[in-house]
């Protein structure tokens, strides 16, 4: 099982960017289909974005498509999450995911392995 770690949230105002990084250690990323969910308080785990073994395919929601960019470096066994044009409604804890099977896998029963989160929040 891979271990993941996420970095990069932080306070943000509207319209601005962050970048966000999921370290992943114990098995290469060339494993698994990726993916970020974010969960604000009180509500469900969303499904914000996901990217294919090779990073050759990626998905997004179509509430962060345009403004979120997700990508991977398997060399450097990272997964990347770059946000721009934040809204107040991106607040939410961050977390990444990984899985074993191929997909878009928007669901997060498709993932068994997952990070702490980091949080965004951004302010209007």
């Known amino acids: 099982q891979v271990s993941l770690v996420e970095s990069g949230g932080g306070l943000v105002q509207a319209g601005g960017s962050l970048r966000l990084s999921c370290a992943a250690s114990?098995?290469?990323?060339?494993?698994?289909?990726m993916a970020w969910f974010r969960q604000a308080p009180g509500k469900e785990r969303q499904w914000v974005s996901s990217?294919?073994?090779?990073?050759?395919?990626?998905y997004y929601a179509d509430s962060v498509k345009g403004r979120f960019t997700i990508s991977k470096d398997n060399a450097k066994n990272t997964m990347y999450l770059e946000m721009n044009t934040l809204k107040p409604e991106d607040t939410a804890v961050y977390l990444c995911?990984?899985?074993?099977?191929?997909?878009?896998?928007?669901?997060?029963?498709?993932?068994?392995?997952w990070g702490q989160g980091t949080q965004v929040t951004v302010s209007s």
């Open positions: 990217i294919s073994r090779s990073g050759a395919s990626t």
């Open positions: 995911a990984a899985s074993s099977l191929s997909g878009i896998l928007d669901r997060t029963t498709s993932y068994d392995s």
């Open positions: 114990g098995r290469t990323l060339r494993s698994y289909t």
